[in-house]
């Protein structure tokens, strides 16, 4: 196993291997390490939010600063915690299981994953050269437009680089799933986890464009003079509101589907039972990325597109909690008649579902168009998206990380202490985010840095910042589990969990080039099906032969920073044109990695069949 | 759909009560304890959707709790392998139907209610139409037709609709006015248009819901809801002020003086003078809130004066006028606190 290898190498070569891997595997250790990194980050700004509004007309931060910090949490927890743990998600299980050997584009893969780090660098930059972007995760123009300092030129640079990276990793997992598929599974044999990022991916595919381009007018507004979002010159605010909720709506099911898949895979797997309503799952999937491209104005109601519009979108909305109702149920009756063990992973599923249910509940109560004058950026909208956000994504990474844990590092995470993580955690959560509903009805506008004493909201506040400090422990505990596990877990066999799907039928952690053979799949949930017959393991569909594989390549990280480098240049030439050196510099640095990859031939390399056969083939 | 929920309602407040230990909110900021008609409109709406999403939510959760303590793995069946069920057409169809008639339910109120909510002034009518401006981090209120300003009270009569008109001098603002109506964003580019209409007399919250600065939490206002017969007043009132007219007392009148040689009178005007730099401030003596925010005391007052920026940061007032020592200070603040043109005050609108 190569980690073992490289632990000998010590440390330089361990940090080598990973600057310049290709595999899949390394680069969902990247993209976890990366989002666990700035999930602390956004999580210390969330704290020091709820701290703020524990008591009224508290000044223990500043009132911009309050908005910098609204605006990075939001930021940081959507773009560069959230977003790289699915990433995570899909490099660790995707190829295992579809039965490939990498993604289709493993040098895309690499690129995209440091791509990602260099955008939330420059936006985390901000923090230590001036001040953050406080103009909130939304960045409305004109407030966005006309913010003194350099605080939201960060954000559109650091969103426009790691935008490219996503957009770079969806449209390689798409090929993946379209062409890696080992023999005989079929779209509807695939498992529902990869029929989820197949949706999330095509989602990414339409709507990052439409983010990019709102970053390219607002990055022209602001660093080159024009005005597209200036109405004193003709601009128009309203284009950007649409341009990001267009992109921002799909996001949200990008982020929450490959949940609903993580959810698909840990309770058949702990009911021992099938997916319940198989096939009405993968439609649902499909129908919910679909519609969730024609409903973006119902962030909008408030805006003054007259009653049509928001007669039509409100109508759109609700028909979305369809599909989402057929997946609860689904679920709800995937464990009838099952054998439910209750793990942490299960347990984090068992969480989910009425918490998601609570956060689907506001969602059709914010679709009411009407209703929603009331919601509408109020803490009533603030304890939706947490349900949603935290009672759905958190929960369902929670999940994914216990149940794949050992499938990536080999090793358990410890139950007990999962299951203290969860207790705390989702006690904390209802208790911080369940009296937001109320406390926005009572007139509590979001993205309020203070409240004065006698209006009622008090209470509500103490009991949110003390539910706060509850998830926090929780996340804490989860974070020593981690180390402990690494310290003291105990190694798991391929299959920890009497799973069902293909990725348990290889070592844990997979060897380099996954599967020697590539297996041949005759069902769905291909290991179970084999199971069943009285086969240990699937049949392969090739003999065992060379087996090919990508080299490894620096050129990824090497163009990802000379974009970071051209992005100070870009942000800095407003106040000095010699910054335009290090613009140039930079960009010189990308383009002369790119026209390397393009002219140096790289093969790859072969493991060879001899190899493979004396043993685990290094 | 008025009054037909009623008993919904009781029950709901009920509710809310016990789990918010402060009840469902102060009074007149609320949207829990509506006193107007767009408020009313909501809540109703948001109580139809509470009611059926319960239904829905119980019905999860009795599945759910039956599920869980039914079928969770018993000691010694750890090796038994349960009937694998590929689904259930019936069931499926169940789920998919239910769920679309309920949304119905909901759906066509809310089309109606969108539709009543947006309907226009009526050709012809004399409804009263004032103009909103939300700026950085105040609001201003010009009565076009009747030729009077205010700014931070919007007065307004009781039991008819009035039309605002809102639009902003910088950024993206959102009048919002809880116990009285939803809210509506106040745009740079566009003016939008909505009908308040309140029930009783009384002064209400109002707050500005989208990020638009640094002092975003603290761009209160408030409206001060009379009888027509009051309101009738006021306006006159309103329209007979002399902004020339000389104070009584003689710090008040070196008040006066110091208002116009410190540089205040650039930015703030008395009377109906259009400008709105500032707030207008032709009925300053009678404000509920000082900047909205602070309660009225002379005392407020001048600490505003002195240093704006500690009470709301970012505020463009900040620097915009000559030095003032606290002396001066609290003549200007003498000058202010006799403004009172009309009898009408938010007074009238709270004994009722």
């Known amino acids: ?618 | 759909m008025k009054g037909w929920m009623g008993k919904f309602r009781v029950l709901f407040i009920l509710g809310s009560t016990a789990l918010v230990l402060s009840g469902c909110g102060l009074e007149n900021l609320t949207a829990l304890d509506p006193k107007g008609y767009g408020a009313q409109v909501s809540l109703d709406l948001i109580i139809l959707s509470i009611v059926i999403m319960v239904f829905v939510f119980l019905v999860v959760m009795v599945i759910y709790t039956f599920v869980f303590f039914r079928f969770r793995q018993k000691k010694g069946q750890e090796d038994v392998i349960p009937k694998q069920v590929e689904g259930n057409k019936v069931l499926e169809v169940i789920w998919t139907v239910i769920p679309i008639i309920l949304l119905l339910i909901l759906a066509v109120p809310t089309v109606t209610a969108t539709f009543d909510l947006a309907e226009g002034q009526p050709e012809g009518s004399d409804l009263l139409n004032v103009n909103v401006t939300g700026n950085q981090y105040w609001w201003n209120f010009s009565y076009d037709d009747l030729d009077v300003q205010t700014s931070q009270d919007l007065y307004i009569p009781t039991g008819e609709r009035v039309y605002i008109d809102m639009k902003s001098s910088d950024v993206i603002h959102s009048f919002w006015l809880p116990s009285i109506s939803g809210k509506m964003d106040v745009n740079p580019e566009n003016e939008n248009t909505m009908f308040i209409e309140a029930q009783e007399e009384g002064v209400y919250w109002g707050k500005c819901a989208e990020l638009c600065g640094p002092s975003h939490s603290l761009m209160d206002f408030r409206v001060v809801a009379v009888s027509p017969d009051e309101f009738d007043q006021w306006v006159t009132d309103m329209k007979n002020v002399d902004p020339e007219a000389e104070p009584e007392t003689a710090s008040a009148q070196e008040g006066k003086q110091l208002f116009s040689d410190k540089g205040c009178i650039s930015c703030h005007a008395l009377g109906s003078s259009p400008t709105a730099i500032g707030p207008n401030l032709t009925s300053f003596g009678s404000r509920t809130k000082f900047a909205g925010i602070l309660d009225p005391t002379k005392e407020n007052l001048v600490d505003w004066i002195m240093d704006p920026e500690s009470i709301k940061p970012g505020n463009k007032m900040t620097g915009n006028y000559k030095e003032v020592t606290e002396e001066e200070a609290s003549k200007i603040a003498d000058y202010l606190l006799q403004l009172e043109p009309s009898e009408i005050t938010p007074e009238d609108a709270e004994s009722e």
Do not use: C
């Not at chain 1, 490939?100 to 690499?110: C, I, T």
């Open chain 1, 1 to 618: 196993m190569s980690t073992a290898i490289a632990q000998k190498q010590g440390f330089g070569a361990i940090l080598w291997d990973y600057l310049t891997t290709v595999d899949h595997k390394k680069i969902a250790h990247l993209y976890l390490f990366g989002g666990g990194f700035f999930f602390i980050i956004g999580g210390l700004e969330a704290m020091i939010i709820r701290i703020q509004l524990i008591k009224p007309a508290n000044d223990f931060v500043s009132a911009g600063f309050y908005n910098e910090l609204l605006t990075m949490h939001g930021t940081t927890m959507i773009f560069f915690a959230a977003m790289p743990f699915i990433f995570a998600l899909m490099n660790a299980v995707v190829p295992l299981q579809i039965g490939a050997r990498d993604v289709a584009f493993p040098f895309l893969n690499a690129l995209g994953f440091w791509l990602f780090l260099a955008g939330g660098l420059i936006l985390n930059a901000s923090w230590l050269l001036g001040g953050a972007p406080d103009a909130g995760w939304t960045a409305y123009a004109p407030l966005s437009t006309t913010s003194p300092g350099h605080g939201v030129d960060f954000y559109v640079l650091g969103l426009q680089i790691s935008g490219a990276g996503t957009l770079i990793g969806g449209i390689n997992f798409l090929v993946t799933i379209v062409n890696m598929r080992a023999p005989g599974m079929t779209y509807m044999r695939m498992p529902l986890f990869t029929w989820t990022i197949f949706v999330t991916s095509a989602l990414i595919l339409f709507a990052f464009p439409a983010l990019t381009v709102g970053l390219f007018l607002m990055m022209f507004d602001r660093l080159f003079g024009s005005a597209f979002f200036n109405p004193d010159m003709g601009g128009n605010t309203i284009i950007w509101e649409h341009l990001f909720w267009i992109f921002g709506h799909p996001e949200v099911y990008i982020l929450i589907l490959p949940a609903f898949g993580v959810f698909s895979e840990v309770i058949p797997t702990f009911s021992k039972k099938r997916l319940f309503g198989y096939t009405a799952m993968v439609f649902a999937t499909v129908l919910i990325g679909f519609l969730g491209f024609m409903v973006w104005a119902h962030h909008m109601f408030t805006v003054g597109l007259g009653p049509a519009a928001n007669a039509i979108f409100a109508v759109a909305t609700m028909a979305i909690a369809v599909p989402t109702g057929v997946k609860i149920f689904n679920w709800l009756f995937t464990m009838w008649g099952g054998s439910i063990r209750v793990t942490t992973a299960m347990l984090w599923a068992l969480g989910f579902i009425p918490t998601f249910t609570l956060g689907g509940m506001t969602g059709v109560m914010l679709a009411s168009a009407v209703a929603d004058y009331q919601y509408q950026d109020s803490y009533f909208v603030v304890a939706h998206f947490h349900y949603v956000i935290v009672g759905g994504v958190i929960f369902g990474i929670f999940a994914s990380l216990h149940y794949w844990w050992p499938k990536m590092f080999g090793k358990m995470l410890n139950e007990k202490l999962g299951k203290l993580t969860f207790w705390t955690f989702f006690i904390g959560f209802h208790l911080t985010f369940f009296i937001q509903h109320f406390l926005g009805l009572m007139g509590m506008p979001r993205r309020t840095w203070t409240y004065l004493p006698g209006q009622g909201l008090d209470n509500g506040n103490l009991i949110s910042t003390i539910g706060a400090f509850l998830m926090a422990f929780g996340v804490i505990v989860f974070f020593y589990n981690v180390v402990y596990t690494a310290i003291k877990g105990e190694k798991v066999s391929n299959d920890p969990w009497d799973g069902r799907t293909l990725e348990w039928t290889i070592a844990s952690p997979p060897p380099h080039y996954n599967f020697k053979q590539i297996p041949l799949v005759r069902g769905l949930d291909a290991l179970w099906v084999e199971k069943m017959e009285g086969n240990k393991n699937l049949m392969p569909s090739e003999p065992l032969d060379d087996i090919h594989m990508p080299n490894s390549s620096i050129l990824p990280f090497v163009m990802s920073l000379g974009l970071f480098i051209a992005s100070f240049g870009f942000i800095y030439q407003v106040d000095d044109l010699r910054w335009l050196i290090v613009l140039i510099g930079g960009m010189l640095i990308t383009f002369g990695a790119m026209f390397v990859r393009s002219v140096k031939d790289d093969h790859g390399h072969h493991i060879h069949k001899e190899d493979l056969e004396k043993g685990d083939g290094l």
